[in-house]
């Protein structure tokens, strides 16, 4: 078995823990913010909230469709939210936990991202850093 490592991301957000957890599961925005990127175009989003389902968005990119899958392990709302997860660029899954903790004003939010490739390891926490911008975007009340 390859030696894989651990990337953790923290976020405070301006959103009670029921919003961002709900934001994980919520098809109609999930594709605005995860595993967006400025020039795709999103394709497909697919949520089936419920341990043993899961969701997965594809976005047509310059270089083909990128496919993002996971499975739900636990959906424990507001606090805590577990999937397994892989892409087309590879089938082999990896375990991402997403904890949330009410703060005044709004919420923490920590990601795990267990099973990472070491050379992957800035790469990934880049990503999920971006994707949690985009989450943080999502949340910000209207005006």
Known sequence: MAETATVVVERRLAAPPEAVFDAWLDPDGLGQ???????GTLERVEVDA????????????????????????ELDRPRRLV???WTSLSAERTRVTIEIVATE???LLT???DGV??????????GWSMI???LARRLVPAQ
């Not at 913010?33 to 020039?39: C, N, Q, S």
């Not at 419920?50 to 392990?73: N, P, Q």
């Not at 490739?117 to 880049?126: E, I, L, N, V």
Request: aromatic residues 16%.
């Open 105 to 107: 004003g709004g919420a």
């Open 33 to 39: 913010w995860l595993f967006r990127t400025p020039a």
């Open 83 to 85: 999937f397994e997860f």
């Open 117 to 126: 490739w070491p050379d992957w390891t800035d790469k990934t926490r880049m």
């Open 50 to 73: 419920r341990v043993g389902r899961g969701f997965r968005v594809d976005e047509r990119r310059e270089d083909g469709v990128a496919e993002h899958h996971g499975e739900y392990v």
């Open 111 to 113: 990601l795990t991202h």
């Open 132 to 134: 949690l911008d985009g």
